[in-house]
């Protein structure tokens, strides 16, 4: 099986947004257009650390703001992130499956998905 997809949403004037939204933010369109942003590279935008998590997210928890270019525009998406990042840097999307641990959380296990996207450096290989 392979992974979600990390979508962008778009409306016909070309503006995206993550997550999506039943009307465009910007102008108010459906947005009716969707790009999969699983496997492309993104660049942190600004990023920030959470020192006081809720029960079952690790502590600390780093959050970026990760740009994304989409068509002749950008989209940005804010995801944790497995490792301490900096501005500009290059990272891809990785998979997890439990971006929480659901023994600890304060919501029943059952009553929602716990898996998501966290954000990869990509280092100099
Ligand atoms: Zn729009």
Do not use: I
């Not at 690790?58 to 990042?85: K, Y």
């Amino acid at each position: 099986m392979s992974d979600p997809e990390l979508l962008a949403h778009g409306c016909p004037n070309g503006h995206y947004t993550n997550p999506g939204h039943e009307r465009c933010p910007t102008c108010g369109e459906s947005q009716r257009e969707t790009v999969d942003l699983a496997d492309r590279t993104g660049e942190v935008l600004t990023w920030t650390e959470s020192t006081a998590t809720p029960s079952g997210v690790r502590r600390p928890n780093t959050l970026a703001v990760v740009v994304f270019h989409v068509a002749d525009t950008t989209v940005s998406v804010l995801g944790g992130t497995t490792e301490p990042v900096a501005v500009g840097d290059a990272v891809k999307p990785e998979y997890v499956p439990e971006l929480r641990d659901p023994d600890v959380a304060v919501r029943e296990a059952a009553s929602q998905a716990w898996d998501g996207y966290r954000f990869r450096p990509v280092r100099d290989e």
